[in-house]
């Protein structure tokens, strides 16, 4: 099991920027799947897959509630996976969590029907608060 300590998340006012990391360091295999969840207040207990990555092939999962505004990205050279957030919205606040697998059938069902017992790992967290 890998620990996940995601950072990046602060206070944004709406309409701005900002990029979640989650660093890849230590990872034995290339073969995963890692993801982009969040919490958000009310539905803590139902995590939203927010994005979704295949490592081997790049292949990526977008909700549609984030679709063109969040970008999922992979930095080999630095061991970190990101997550861009920009045109953020009051509606995207919550504890943003990475989580790690083996691979699924494909990303999107990671992000649509994973829970947190279902990964090898998950992180801590993050907060983003959208606010003006």
């Known amino acids: 099991q890998v620990q996940l300590v995601e950072s990046g998340g602060g206070l944004v006012q709406p309409g701005g920027s900002l990029r979640l990391s989650c660093p890849t360091h230590?990872?034995?295999?290339?073969?995963?799947?890692i993801g982009w969840f969040r919490q958000v207040p009310g539905k803590e207990h139902v995590p939203e897959g927010v994005s979704c990555m295949s490592s081997p092939d790049g292949d990526t999962y977008y909700a549609d509630s984030v679709k063109g505004r969040f970008t999922t990205s992979r930095d080999n050279a630095n061991n970190a996976v990101y997550l861009q957030m920009d045109k953020v919205k009051p509606e995207d606040t919550g504890v943003y969590h990475c989580?790690?697998?083996?691979?699924?059938?494909?990303?999107?069902?990671?992000?649509?029907?994973?829970?947190?017992?279902?990964?090898?790992?998950w992180g801590r967290g993050t907060q983003v608060t959208v606010s003006s």
């Open positions: 989580a790690v697998d083996v691979p699924w059938a494909n990303v999107k069902s990671m992000c649509e029907k994973g829970t947190p017992t279902d990964f090898d790992s």
């Open positions: 230590g990872f034995t295999t290339d073969n995963y799947y």
